[in-house]
């Protein structure tokens, strides 16, 4: 398993849950973005770092290193834009703020798989993680 994968993702979501907790809830609630220029930098420093983390993992440079480089990036671009198309399907729009999302989803997705798939599986889990992420989107906000 490369990057961590699930220590990582645990440890972030406890100390996510813990930044909840001591921070409270937000004076300002609804389902507008607050910031849009903010969401699209995070995005795109969550993006470049990726490379780091995924291909980093490994400590060295190799034919894995190239292939999880590629991975992450298909997989983040292969979300982002089924995130759009099933947007676009579902509501008759598209937003910045889903292609950002998409693409933070499919590079969550491909993170433990990224140095041993096919660049066409990580296509896949970038669709896969587009469609689900979504869909459950879908059912928070339902």
């Not at 292609?99 to 798939?117: E, K, N, Q, R």
């Amino acid at each position: 398993m490369l990057a961590g994968g699930i220590v990582v993702h645990n440890t972030c979501g406890f100390a996510a849950l813990a930044s909840v907790l001591f921070v409270g809830a937000r004076k300002k609630t609804g389902d507008r973005p607050h910031n849009v220029p903010l969401i699209a930098l995070g995005t795109g420093l969550l993006w470049f770092g990726w490379y780091g983390f995924n291909a980093g993992s490994e400590l060295r440079v190799d034919m894995i290193t190239a292939a999880s480089f590629l991975a992450t990036d298909l997989s983040a671009s292969f979300a982002a834009i089924t995130w759009l198309i099933v947007e676009r399907l579902h509501s008759n729009r598209t937003s910045f703020i889903g292609l950002l999302t998409g693409a933070v989803a499919g590079l969550a997705t491909i993170t433990p798989a990224a140095g041993y798939v096919s660049l066409t599986t990580a296509c896949f889990i970038g669709i896969i993680a587009g469609l689900v992420c979504y869909g459950t989107v879908l059912l928070v906000h339902n």
